[in-house]
């Protein structure tokens, strides 16, 4: 049924004010989805977001307007994108708490005749609930089964739909006898608007914690290879610098008449172990008489590459340094 005139310029003004309130949209697709599940979720995204469905040439005209009024909008973006069944997410919240409303309202639907598969159906083994008169039913599908205490049973597992492929009557009218409810239907993510972007909705998987995970692998990568140049980077600085300081206390503990403030405790060490032995409780006056040890024994290319393997500039060794 068409929309009157009134109700098309409330629509016109609702997305008008869409467009000029939010800067971040979902693209979403609704197919199977109906009107009940629609509202459920329109009322959990409540103050967060709001859903706009609609004809798509009745949306493209308010696009087109909007366009008009706003020239080079990075909104026209979003216009390619209006065909099939699509609506449009509005929110200024953050994408990922609004994305997580979105796929989290699904409900499970029976296997219609002549729909896609969105998943593989597999039917379990076990008893029916059918009556012997039926096996032929069963067989037609090439469904194992056998009579036990007067109803049909599945004997082993069965993959009766693969996903992507169209289902037939017959497949649909056997699910619906063992009263399964294979597919669950949702609004669809199609595509990500924010603030002039465009992207997948996977990129929302990319938390901070992930982001800064590759950037230390990225710095540990690059003073890696600066400390095998011999190239000093920014990021290879402090490694280069604790080798250093290193290499300077290797050579003050062969010195007897020269010292500097950071490296006599090793040398005080070296030179009256006992002292540093005292019944404490395993507190920081340890670590450097082992760090006075390690540094008067190892070679200097070996204290390069132990700093290699210790690559991590965030927390993890050289902190001493």
């Known amino acids: 049924m068409p929309l009157s005139k009134a109700k098309k310029i409330d629509y016109f003004e609702k997305m008008q004010r869409c467009l000029n309130t939010y800067n971040k949209v979902f693209v979403v697709q609704v197919d ?61 919240d953050a994408l990922p708490k609004i994305r997580d409303m979105i ?3 699904k409900v499970p639907a029976p296997a219609r005749p002549g729909s896609i598969a969105p998943t593989s159906v597999v039917i379990p083994a076990g008893p029916t609930g059918c009556d012997p008169g039926q096996t032929n039913f069963f067989q037609v599908l090439q469904v194992p089964t056998k009579i036990v205490k007067g109803q049909i ?45 465009t992207f997948g909705v996977d990129i929302l998987d990319i938390d901070d914690n992930a982001l800064t995970a590759r950037f230390t692998d990225a710095l540990n990568i690059l003073s890696s290879i600066s400390l095998a140049t011999g190239y000093v980077t920014q990021a290879s600085m402090a490694h280069s610098m604790a080798a250093a300081f290193q290499t300077l206390v290797a050579v003050v503990i062969g010195v007897e ?33 082992a760090a006075a040890a390690a540094a008067a024994a190892a070679p200097a290319e070996e204290e390069v590459d132990a700093l290699d393997g210790g690559m991590d500039m965030f927390g993890g060794g050289g902190g001493d340094y």
Do not use: W
């Not at 469905?53 to 990075?74: E, I, S």
């Not at 037939?168 to 595509?191: H, Q, R, V």
């Open 103 to 105: 796929l989290a309202n």
């Open 32 to 92: 199977n989805v109906g009107s009940q599940q629609l509202q459920v979720t329109r009322k959990q995204m409540r103050g967060c977001a709001e859903i706009l469905m609609g004809k798509n040439t009745l949306m493209r005209k308010v696009f087109d307007q909007f366009l008009t009024d706003n020239p080079n909008h990075p909104y026209q973006a979003l216009v390619p994108l209006i065909k099939g069944n699509v609506g449009f997410v509005f929110t200024n």
């Open 153 to 197: 049973e599945i004997t082993t597992p069965m993959n009766l739909i693969k996903e992507g492929t169209k289902v037939g009557a017959s497949e649909a009218t056997l699910l619906t006898k063992l009263n399964i409810k294979p597919f669950s239907y949702g609004l669809i993510i199609d595509m990500v608007y924010d603030s002039g972007a």
């Open 257 to 289: 008449n020269y010292s500097f403030d950071k490296a006599q405790p090793y040398k005080d060490y070296i030179a009256n172990p006992g002292a540093f032995s005292g019944g404490g409780g395993g507190g920081g006056g340890d670590a450097a008489p």
